[in-house]
Nanobody, 122 residues
Framework: QVQLKESGGVLVQAGGSLRLSCAASAASGRTLSSYLMGWFRQAPGKERELVGNLKWFDGRALYAGSVRGRFTISRDGVKNTLFLQMNSLKSEDTAVYYC????????????WGQGTQVTVSS
């Protein structure tokens, strides 16, 4: 089992930057090396969408087209923390951002954080 807790969501002006964190804790004796970590977001009245994901064991990330080139996902393997660096923020980036995790062989994300609100003012 993996527990996830996001932090860092605030009100920021358009064009600004923000870094979200997701503290991950795995059950005793387990590591995150076999997990895919994802950042999702959900704006009011819209469906939840994938922002990007990262394979923990090699740190390789993929991004949705709407954020590619502006957002960067990274991890700290010592602190078991996932990050989402967001630059050149736009009003349409306003959403609740969620961290999620799934084992690589699974098709659906198994574990979710509670979310953190990011509001971008124009």
């Amino acid at each position: 089992q993996v527990q996830l807790k996001e932090s860092g969501g605030v009100l920021v002006q358009a064009g600004g930057s923000l870094r979200l964190s997701c503290a991950a804790s795995a059950a005793s004796g387990r590591t995150l090396s076999s997990y895919l970590m994802g950042w999702f977001r959900q704006a009011p009245g819209k469906e939840r969408e994938l922002v990007g994901n990262l394979k923990w064991f090699d740190g390789r990330a993929l991004y949705a087209g709407s954020v590619r080139g502006r957002f960067t996902i990274s991890r700290d393997g010592v602190k078991n923390t996932l990050f989402l660096q967001m630059n050149s923020l736009k009003s349409e980036d306003t959403a609740v951002y969620y961290c999620a995790a799934k084992r690589l062989e699974y098709s659906e994300y198994e574990y979710w954080g509670q979310g953190t609100q990011v509001t971008v003012s124009s």
